[in-house]
């Protein structure tokens, strides 16, 4: 998570940036997050690994990290 949302107490949305090893089924990801958040807006960024580290995206933008793990067509997020 990064953004407005750690920043400010006036947020507009949430932002999330996912970083895979393999490639993930983002459609899944966003359907959750629709049907489980459906009043709390969100923008999703994925990225691979190796184009976190050549970007440095979550350092740049202190953001704050969570692990998914998608089981049998479930999302689960635990906090870092």
């Known amino acids: 998570i990064f953004g407005s949302f750690l920043t400010s107490k006036k947020w507009n949305d949430i932002d999330i940036l996912f ?7 983002s ?3 966003k359907e959750y997050l629709e049907i489980n958040f459906s009043e709390t807006p969100f923008d999703l960024l994925f990225l691979s690994y190796e184009e976190e580290e050549k ?4 350092s740049k933008y202190k953001a704050k990290k969570l692990s998914i793990v998608i089981q049998e067509n479930r999302l689960i997020l635990n906090s870092l």
Do not use: P
């Not at 970007?55 to 979550?58: C, G, I, T």
């Open 19 to 25: 970083v895979y090893k393999n490639q993930i089924n």
């Open 27 to 29: 459609s899944l990801i």
């Open 55 to 58: 970007l440095n995206f979550v």
